[in-house]
């Protein structure tokens, strides 16, 4: 919807309604973190990474965004800090390798939220992971990473294989063993993007409710998931994740990503309430019938003296 003014719109935060200080439709220029998994385990897929070069740099990136490249295995490594320049990007996405087996994931997504927070205030920030939703040896905390994500406005968007394939390839960890989910997340699909869960040997089956476990593993700052961990991320800061494996599917993924980036309302405010610790729950409402909204769930107020410097949230 592309005709929605800002009168339409409602901000809550934890319940208290706040003025809206920004309102734009897809305005402000992107900077976008790109994350790709160089591992062994997806050589197969190397081709396919290598040659998405025009369709991020023509869709997601467009005319007036900036982008940076990180590649991650057994190691994190930046392969071209933040520019506009398209064939700059364009080359450090050719050129990655595919070889270490290690999936250093959270540590490549502190990174890029490091990279990011740098970005002027101008940009909206993005970051986008082409990789399995998996991590191996990684020195960040899942749930720490996602608190600064949204601390900086970041909304976190995944490419990649699903979620069953890491269930084959490094086991499944059926909900409810070994993590204790908070109570009501596997009634529904109660919101978009819940996540189908078969009862396995009395685990729960039936829909997780990514957002109310999204926002417990960002209070608990932990790394309590396996093999949904993008879903979790997207979830946490209002991105999607597209499981994909095939050339096709993965440039069809980008092109949507980019479409959405270039036609959302971003709209801001400054919490009006005295900002105490713990999970900030965000909700926005449209005066429009049957209308559905994406939007991130919340932020995170850890107990520091300097808890109350909240940046306005979008």
């Known amino acids: 919807m592309l005709d929605l003014a800002q009168s339409d719109f409602r901000v809550y935060d934890n319940g208290a309604e706040q003025a809206i200080e920004h309102w734009d439709l897809g305005g ?16 197969m897929m190397a081709p396919v990474i290598h040659g998405m070069s025009s369709i991020f740099t023509e869709t997601v990136m467009a005319l007036n965004g900036e982008a940076a490249v990180i590649s991650y295995d057994s190691t ?20 990655v390798p595919f070889e270490a087996p290690e999936m250093r994931l959270y540590d490549a997504m502190a990174e890029a939220v ?3 927070k740098a970005r002027p205030v101008k940009y909206r920030r993005v970051m986008l992971i082409v990789g399995e939703s998996q991590d191996i040896a990684s020195d960040a905390k899942l749930g720490l990473v996602l608190r600064d994500a949204e601390l ?15 269930d084959l390839r490094f086991g499944p960890k059926p909900p409810g063993q070994g993590i204790k989910y908070p109570p009501g997340v596997f009634s529904g699909p109660t919101r978009p993007g819940a996540l189908p869960v078969p009862g396995n040997g009395g685990a729960p089956g039936g829909s997780l409710d990514l957002v ?3 926002i ?8 309590e998931i396996k093999n949904h961990q993008l879903e979790m991320a997207a979830a946490a800061t209002g991105g999607v994740d597209y499981r994909a494996l095939r ?20 709209l801001s405010y400054r919490p009006s309430s005295e900002q105490t610790a713990g999970f900030h729950e965000i909700k926005v409402t449209v005066a429009r019938p049957e209308v559905t ?9 850890a107990s520091t003296p300097d808890a109350a410097n909240v940046p306005p949230a979008p």
């Open 28 to 43: 402000d220029p992107l900077a976008v973190a790109l994350v790709i998994e160089t591992s062994s385990h997806i050589q």
């Open 76 to 95: 994190v490594e930046v392969r071209q800090r933040f520019t506009d320049d398209h064939d700059a990007i364009a080359s450090a996405i050719a050129g």
């Open 114 to 116: 490091d990279l990011l």
């Open 152 to 166: 900086a406005n970041i909304a976190i968007y995944a490419v990649g294989p699903s979620s069953s394939t890491a």
């Open 212 to 214: 109310p476990v999204a």
């Open 216 to 223: 417990w593993l960002v209070t608990r700052g932990t790394n």
């Open 247 to 266: 050339d096709r599917t993965i440039r069809t993924a980008l092109d949507r990503i980019g479409s959405k980036l270039h036609a959302q309302y971003v």
């Open 293 to 301: 909204v994406r939007t991130r769930p919340g932020y995170f107020v």
